[in-house]
């Protein structure tokens, strides 16, 4: 049973199961190591990004993120019969992409704040922000370099380095396509899918299919947390851009219709403008039309997307495929307590607030 | 004795060394082979970038750059005793990084043009831009998946990955010194070329010790190449920046004070602004406090430099890296005609107009 609690209106909520701060110091730990270096200044610029200090280089604490890449990949090597510090390079590798992709998206989408703290390239400029990005893409790969010192052998060592390459390209290439899509509001429900599995889902995937590969030779294993990490991807999307319409401001830091407001591509979006009929057809239309949506449009929007029901279609798919992530592990000897943390994150993942 | 001829002057004039057109047909194939995805339009702009394409993706035969990197990977694992196949895995990872910091440099500099056609971000704009640089970057690592392919053993194609990655990382170090020294004049030889060891020089040494680790097993002969490349970097940028000066437009692209009126900071201005003394310094430091420099300034930069003799001692500092680059073969059993061909390539890179 996943775990949940009851907020004061009785409603189950959402609560962040213990697994993401299970590796943390040490996730920190080495995180830190990676970008210890002082010899060029483009390290301070990526110790800023990692949220560890100001722009002048002192230590602060700064809000960071769940660390939902590495967490997944190193708890995919430990359930699976391997130990964390095994897999630890390439759960230092996937967040360092992770956020070198932040770093690249906030020059792209010129967003001047992340985390409530100026973006790098709203601190240094945009050809800086462009090289910091660079760097943290450099460093993932140098961390890699760390995986036979843990022990992992050369053949498996360069497998991790293609499923990582491989994850990656297929990212960018997924950026590419939302780029792509942009100002476009008639992609269509499978083309956005497809957008997703590569801009958000390959990451996901690959954290845990590079776990499960460093923790057991059972590639059927590796193949099953792959897949596993497939449809997880699309729960922790879709759920994302559900929040992006309808999460809560106190939560999510971002006013209810945040997503259809600035007209970014999102699965309630595409959901509408492919089943609105008639007057809500052509509102939708009219709306997107404008360059940008006033609060009226907005709540206009809100509006069909509530009559064709694009919010429990929304959380519905997101339920499947976090169905088919569960079904994916059932042929996988794990035990109990494995297994129920899977349930929690899966969980989690489907129903998280912010 | 190199290569050289007379042009109508009686002068020596630099002549591209056959070399250059040796590996030609095979690298294009090669080249284009790992650009022939079509599932996603982001490789339109990367066979755009390379000079294969029009921006609507119809075949062109756009100019292309001298392809000096890959041409002194294969040439080095050649001339040490292995076969230009091996190498040209890492020979297509190296013209594809350099090709990705090019796509990424013209987006930091807003250069509208380059080789004579609008840059990518011209074409598609900053965003996407950004993101098929780092395309660009990851098909770069996936060609040295191909090494095993080739014939190379798992553990070499480790450490090839690990040379690239430590080049890759220096040439972006690089990048972030020369913009930290943007609107900066007085940063010091010594500081310059360390940056341009980094940032130009480091993928022109990876080029070559990459090469000739795929060439032998005699790890002296790779350092002495890892050591001629480190010199030859010096010798292609110092003369790169005497062009960029003094270069004749109808070969360079460029008028004479190129870089002077642009306040790039290249090695003439680093020698001038060290050495100029009274009014001459103080002239200099005027005309650089300038937002622009004009045709006057230019003309005044330029007589100091010949007052100084900036350019003899940039080709005098050219000549000694080049003399340093032969010496660090010394010791390496190569045939006469390897000996005679790699001083034909120095010497090219010594005296190039272009």
């Not at 510090?85 to 020059?107: K, T, W, Y």
């Not at 899509?181 to 990451?203: C, F, P, W």
């Amino acid at each position: 049973m996943a775990r949940t609690a009851l907020d004061v209106s009785g409603k189950k909520m959402a609560v962040l199961p213990p697994l993401f701060r299970r590796y943390g110091a040490e996730l920190s730990c080495a995180l830190r190591a990676s970008l210890s270096y002082d010899g060029c200044r483009v390290y301070d610029t990526l110790r800023y990004a990692m949220g560890w200090a100001d722009s002048d280089g002192n230590p602060v604490t700064a809000a960071t993120g769940k660390a939902l890449r590495p967490t997944l990949c190193l708890f995919a090597c430990e359930v699976i019969g391997g130990t964390a510090d095994r897999a630890m390079p390439a759960a230092v590798a996937i967040e360092l992409i992770h956020n070198f992709s932040l770093i690249h998206d906030d020059i792209q989408d010129h967003d001047k704040t992340r985390r409530g703290r100026p973006t790098v390239w709203a601190v240094w400029g945009e050809p800086k922000a462009i090289v910091s990005g660079n760097a943290l893409r450099a460093v993932a790969d140098i961390s890699l370099e760390r995986l036979v010192e843990q022990g992992v052998s050369i053949p498996d060592a360069l497998r991790v380095i293609a499923l990582l390459t491989e994850a990656y390209l297929q990212m960018i290439e997924g950026q590419y396509l939302d780029l792509d899509y942009e100002k476009r509001h008639d992609v269509g429900q499978d083309a956005y899918l497809n957008m997703i599995s590569l801009k958000t889902g390959a990451l996901i995937r690959c954290s845990l299919e590079m776990g499960a590969f460093l923790g057991t030779k059972d590639l059927g294993a590796v193949d099953a947390f792959r897949r596993f990490g497939r449809s997880l991807g699309f729960v922790f999307q879709i759920r994302d851009d559900i929040l992006g319409v309808w999460g809560k401001e106190g939560k999510t830091g971002k006013p209810v219709g945040a997503d259809i407001r600035r007209k970014k591509n999102s699965f309630p979006v595409v959901h509408a403008m492919g089943h609105a009929n008639g007057t809500d057809a052509a509102m939708l239309r009219e709306a997107y039309r404008k360059e940008a949506l006033d609060d009226h449009d907005v709540a206009q929007v809100l509006e069909v997307m509530e009559r064709i029901g694009t919010r429990d279609q929304a959380q519905a798919l997101a339920q499947r495929h976090c169905d088919d992530a569960l079904a994916a592990l059932e042929g996988v000897a794990l035990s109990p307590q494995a297994q129920e943390e899977i349930e929690d994150l899966a969980h989690f993942l489907l129903v998280r607030e912010h």
